[in-house]
Each structure stands twice: as structure tokens, then as C-alpha cells.
């Protein structure tokens, strides 16, 4: 991370988080999906800095619903690092498979707006089609008006791990 100094921590959200990540998430005009603890959060001396929010999409596959940095952070590699990390091991980051042993993924899938294609392609994602994406996420777009505006993308990056 450039410039960014102090102590790093990637973690699932604790209630104690949540008003925090609400801040957050209104920044970038999202609302909380799910619960707290479904979100994966990148701190720096106990500051949010980032958060995304990753589901059990179906057998071995994992989708990156919302990702997002503050937007005074952004361009720092904060984003950069916090993808990096659940790209390692995105069952350590879904609350739906930390600790169970879970640990067979072959993809990792999300819908990358606006021009955000190209961050997830410096990390080995690869753009593909919307039905290729598990239910719901196969028509989250269909019939959205600002469709234009957002450029919603699917993208997906297959592993070995």
C-alpha cells in the first residue's frame, strides 16, 4: 500500500463495526446486504478503510457482492491489498465457510461497475457473461435504469488454490 503506514488488519465485521461500515457504504451509495458479520473489512491502526462483502455462490464458487474503499483512500493500494487477501482465501472471508474447513474453491466471481474492470483484471480477473453468473446475480441487471451510467461487467477469476 502506498504511503499507508501502520498496523494492517483483514477481518470479518463485528457489530462494533457497524456504523462504520454503514458510513462506508453510503459513500459509495450501497446499503447493508445481509448480516454485520458478512463482511470482510480492511483496517489500518483501527480506521476502516475497506470492506467487500463475499457469499457461498454455489459448489466451490464464491461472488465478491460489494467491494469498495473510502474514497479519500482511494489510489493508495488499499483496495488492491484487501482483493489480494480474498483472493488467497476467500473461505477465510465468507462468514458462511470461515472455520469449517472449507477450502476447495475454483472461482470467484462479481460484477465490476463503472470503469472497475480494469482493477479486477490487474488481479487475474476475466470478463465473462451474465449468465455464466449463479442465480441471482445472472439478472441483478436486467431492466436496471442506470444500466448506462454503471457499465455493470461480469467478471471471474478460476483458481486452482
Known sequence: MKNMKGKTVVALSTIADEADLKELLAEHDLAMLGNMSDYVLLKIDGRLCAMGRL??????????EVFGVKNELRGKGIG??????????PWEYCSETKGNGYCKPSRLTTVARGNA?????????????????????????????????????????????
Open 55 to 64: 457469499v457461498l455462490s454455489g459448489k466451490n464458487c464464491f461472488h465478491l
Open 80 to 89: 488492491s491489498y484487501l482483493l489480494s487477501e480474498i483472493i488467497k482465501k
Open 117 to 161: 474492470a480494469s482493477f479486477y483484471e490487474k488481479h487475474g480477473f476475466r470478463a465473462f457473461s451474465f449468465d455464466a453468473l449463479p442465480p441471482p446475480y445472472n439478472t441483478q441487471c436486467d431492466g436496471c435504469p442506470d444500466w448506462e451510467a454503471c457499465q455493470p461487467l461480469p467478471m471471474v477469476l478460476e483458481k486452482g488454490w
